[in-house]
Nanobody, 128 residues
Framework: QVHLVASGGGLVQPGGSLRLSCTAS????????IGWFRQAPGKEREGVSC????????FTAHSVNGRFTISRDNAKNTAYLQMNSLKPEDTATYFC?????????????????????WGQGTQVTVSS
């Protein structure tokens, strides 16, 4: 059974760090593109960072560039989003997605589409 679970969210103070995990079961992350997305209340969903496991290409949103890093652990079949220097505006529900498409298409175009397989997400709250 194909399953994808995002976890690792929580409450953190501004300037702090969190690492989100996206664990896949029932399928292999090889030759896929993994994407992290977020949606804050009243705002549109946006692509945060995407990684192609085929060629290693990445896409990172300007708003998190230099602070967030996407990675993958082959042995654990898990992808991560390391988030450093967190800001209150990073508060959102974070979702992970795995599909076969290029990183630009996933991070930029997928949130604007009628795609519906976002999963339950994990809540990140940055507040003092």
């Amino acid at each position: 059974q194909v399953h994808l679970v995002a976890s690792g969210g929580g409450l953190v103070q501004p300037g702090g760090s969190l690492r989100l995990s996206c664990t896949a079961s029932g399928f292999d992350l090889d030759y896929t593109t993994i994407g992290w997305f977020r949606q804050a209340p009243g705002k549109e969903r946006e692509g945060v960072s995407c990684l192609s496991t085929s060629d290693g290409s990445t896409f990172t949103a300007h708003s998190v560039n230099g602070r967030f890093t996407i990675s993958r652990d082959n042995a654990k079949n898990t992808a991560y989003l390391q988030m450093n220097s967190l800001k209150p505006e990073d508060t959102a529900t974070y979702f992970c997605v795995v599909e076969q498409m290029d990183v630009q298409a996933m991070c930029v175009e997928l949130p604007r589409s009628s795609y519906g397989s976002w999963g339950q997400g994990t809540q990140v709250t940055v507040s003092s």
